[in-house]
């Protein structure tokens, strides 16, 4: 063979020619399934497979990584990856070095962007213990997480015992949930010792902290008597309170119930016999600002006199001072099959009104013909279920939030707008969980009809008992979830422990979608 290609050489110079140069030897290349490796959680191996064409004789891949949080092994076919937990909660990353003979070096990134926050805002470890319920949380301009519950002495709903003790307890984190300061007294319900009717017991709270200045509005049920056994002339109070530093203290109580009331006295179903804001979420506009204000907005939920239940959404300019009736009150925007409400702002300025029903979600959207009047209409209401691929709650009835969130749809780079809606997945109250469908264009909100089918998704939060939830979005860019869970024991004594965690849009969406500015 070696006086072949020698030959071959003498006969090529003697013609002319350049002799054909000696094949360059194939280098190795290492094929990695992934350069990014995205962990979840705290602490666990993880592991992904590579292979070496063209490999060396006798080599070996080796792994170099300078990160104490995590150990690098490499055998023949994976490289594992081990993470330890997370003591501080925060994102964190590393590169770890992959290096073979004769090869150029390969670049894994490691990003820890799952990492649970989850802890137990407000605890009920035995049945014995007096029961929490009825999460509500907001973030405040400067990013402090407010989050209250009832403290149910009575166990029941305001009113359901009689003189039945209620009180509003609360808890501040001001690093997004890393940390929460103590379990802190809002208000104290005086139970058979109040000597008057408002001040036997507060609860179901809804929450909204300004987004220009360190306000925030409080609202609750009030006084002695259940939804269910209001009357015109004898109804809960609707119990406002302030704050003006961000949380850290409270006005007394105000009762602005006959203000509302009085709005429905005069229309064909009224005067209504009962009525309640829904607990949570008081949502504040991203769009509409008069004076000095973004407009708030809330739902309620009416007992009219003919004892049929009806939705309808409040609005207020001036911060919750005084409040109108969003489209007016001659017509409802969901009734007869309607519950605790929530509402939202989509896109365009719109308003959509979510509520819970047996199986899923009613939707409704308020179309404005101007805005800085709140002149417009409610469109036609549409359910939300199984049967539709919607939002399916199994066997219940449950109140859950809504909100829309802006984000980029990692497939394409689209930037949509992505909507939330959280509800127990059952079957019954058990297994909560939130469900997402992108926004891309006004088609995919132009009627309730649309939103209501379609849902992309579902992230489970937790497999035990557990109930209503609520969310707020929280300044380092992810979801301040709290819920209801039968943590240590049933909620056969009347209450939960409240539990908080945050999640990225990556978690909820299983990797479809990032949280953008």
């Known amino acids: ?13 003697a013609c002319g020619k350049e002799p054909a140069p000696e094949p360059e030897p194939i280098s190795p290349i290492v094929s990695l399934e992934a350069l990014e490796l995205v962990v979840e959680g705290d602490e666990g191996e993880h592991a992904l497979n590579y292979n070496v064409l063209n490999p060396v ?30 003591e501080a909660r925060l994102p964190r990353e590393a590169a770890i070095l992959l290096s073979y003979p004769k090869c150029k070096d ?27 319920r009825i999460p509500a949380v907001t973030v405040t301009m400067d990013g402090s997480l407010v989050a209250v519950a009832d403290y149910r002495h009575s166990r029941y709903d305001i009113g359901v015992a009689d003189f ?20 802190e007294v809002i ?55 302030y704050s003006e530093d961000g949380g850290l203290s409270w006005s007394a109580p105000t009762d602005i119930a006959e203000s509302i009331y009085s709005k429905f ?78 509402v939202e702002e989509l896109p365009d300025g719109s308003v959509l009104l979510s509520s819970r029903w047996m199986g899923g979600r009613y939707f409704n959207i308020y ?30 009835s449950t109140n859950g939030e809504v909100m829309l969130v802006k984000a980029l749809r990692k497939a394409d780079g689209a930037e949509v707008d992505l909507l939330l809606q959280s509800v127990p997945l059952g079957p019954g109250r058990t297994n909560v969980g939130i469900y997402y469908k992108a926004l891309e264009s006004a088609s995919d909100y132009s009627a309730a009809s649309v939103i209501s089918r379609g849902w992309e998704g579902v992230c489970q939060v937790t497999t035990l008992g557990s109930a209503y939830s609520t969310m707020a979005w929280q300044h380092d860019g992810r979801l301040a979830f709290l819920w209801e869970e039968a943590t240590y024991c049933s909620d056969k004594s009347g209450g939960y422990t409240i539990v908080y965690d945050s999640f990225s849009l990556e978690k909820i969406t299983g990797g479809k979608y990032s949280f953008r500015e």
């Open 1 to 13: 063979m070696l006086s072949l290609i020698f030959s071959a050489t003498i006969m090529a110079v």
């Open 57 to 86: 004789a006798d080599a070996v891949l080796s792994a170099e990584c300078n990160a104490e949080w995590l150990t690098v092994d490499v055998d023949a076919a994976k490289v594992r990856v081990a993470v330890t937990k997370n």
């Open 106 to 132: 390969v670049e894994l990134r490691v990003v820890q962007n799952e990492y649970t926050r989850r802890f137990e805002l407000f605890p009920m470890h035995e049945e014995a213990d007096i029961p929490y």
């Open 164 to 183: 039945g003790r209620i009180d509003l307890h609360m808890r501040r984190s001001t690093d997004n949930g890393v940390t929460w300061g103590p379990i």
């Open 187 to 241: 208000i104290e319900g005086k139970g058979s010792a109040s000597e008057d009717f408002m001040n036997v017991g507060y609860g179901d709270p809804c929450i909204v902290a300004d987004c220009e200045s360190q306000r925030v509005l409080l609202m609750s049920c009030a006084g002695n008597v259940s939804y269910q056994a209001g009357t015109r002339d004898r109804h809960q109070n609707m119990a406002r309170f």
């Open 265 to 342: 006295d005069e229309c064909s179903f009224g005067p209504v016999n009962a009525m309640f804001v829904a607990s949570g979420r008081i949502m504040q506009s991203r769009q509409v600002k008069v004076d000095d204000y973004y407009r708030l907005y809330c739902a309620v939920l009416v007992r009219d006199k003919y004892n049929s239940p009806k939705n309808f959404v409040l609005y207020s300019d001036n911060f919750g001072d005084s409040w109108e009736v969003l489209g007016g009150v001659a017509k409802a925007p969901l009734g007869g099959n309607c519950d605790e409400p929530k």
């Open 367 to 396: 179309s404005f013909a101007n805005v800085a009047t709140a002149e417009g209409r409610w469109g036609s209401a549409s359910f939300s279920s199984r049967s539709n691929d919607g939002v399916s709650a199994v066997d219940n």
